[in-house]
């Protein structure tokens, strides 16, 4: 029996993808899905989460396969996949060219390559996708189908698949050392920790629901909690002192061009 689709790397993206199919209903069934783990207690642990998945250390014959493994392993998968009979491929690895994974399953398999980011975890990712040289606007479609199960999905050029990795891929640690700088300036200002660590966390939560739900650009959320002269402007005049702005430009650029340097080698 031919898998509707098989994931190879079991690890936590590849899981969290598996549960968003499931939860959106984009398979009726973990039976439809089947995914290819070389460790065998990672298998064991899915076999056990998800009854009926297809489980197994090898790749299987499916009509679609996400690639989801380590870098180093993707020409690898990319073969199995394609030697099984796999109608298309989606990889999700960090750094792995359209060229190289083209290359690897060889002629009349599309491919498109993706750049997911880990709050997919949490059925909140944002992800983009750019499409491989025979790739069609139907597989961009299904790809964009399965990366939507776990957040939004971007269509752009290869070529700035590397800014979207300095920008959303990266992103989240950006977001993460700003929680940590929160809660420090919380604790400094007098607040228990755990007290801290609730309003910080629930603060950048709220915040970032209204960026998304309120259809205000983010200067407008701005300026309608700043209020002339008030505590908020002293706050912001601080960050703008501080260069906070500019550290942000900087870390997407650093981080663009890190992953440029990464894709070459």
């Known amino acids: 029996m031919t898998a509707k689709l098989v994931l190879v790397g079991g690890g936590r993206m590849g899981e969290a993808l598996l549960a968003g199919l499931l939860s959106s209903g984009w398979a009726g069934s973990a039976s439809e899905l089947a995914v290819a783990e070389k460790v065998a207690p990672r298998r064991d642990e899915l076999t056990a989460r998800y009854p009926g998945l297809v489980v197994g250390e090898d790749v299987v014959a499916a009509d679609g396969s996400i690639i989801a493994v380590k ?21 999700i690895a960090a750094g792995v060219t359209i060229a190289s994974l083209e290359a690897a399953v ?8 993706a750049m ?10 944002a992800a983009a996708i750019a499409a491989g040289t025979s790739a069609t606007g139907d597989d961009l479609d299904w790809a ?11 269509r752009v050029p290869e070529k700035l698949l590397d800014a979207v990795t300095g920008l959303s891929g990266s992103g ?9 700088a929160l809660i420090e300036g919380g604790v400094l ?10 309003l910080a966390t629930q603060t950048l939560a709220g915040a970032g629901r209204m960026l998304v739900e309120t259809g205000s650009t983010p200067e407008e959320l701005r300026a309608q909690v700043t209020s002339p002269g008030g505590t908020t402007a002293a706050g912001l005049r601080a960050l703008e002192a501080a260069g ?13 061009a890190r992953s ?3 894709g070459a080698t």
């Open 144 to 154: 964009e189908g399965l990366l939507s199960a776990v957040g939004t999905v971007v």
């Open 71 to 91: 870098p180093g392993d993707v020409a690898d998968a990319c073969r199995a996949v394609a030697a099984a009979g796999t109608r298309r491929v989606l990889s």
């Open 172 to 180: 989240p640690a950006y977001v993460f050392l700003v929680a940590e």
């Open 244 to 256: 906070v702005r500019s550290a942000f430009l900087e870390a997407v650029a650093a981080a663009t």
């Open 116 to 125: 997911p980011n880990t709050p997919a975890l949490v059925g909140a990712g």
């Open 189 to 198: 200002a007098g607040l228990p920790r755990d007290v801290a660590v609730t």
């Open 260 to 262: 440029r340097e990464l």
């Open 106 to 113: 060889g002629d009349g398999v599309p491919v498109v390559r």
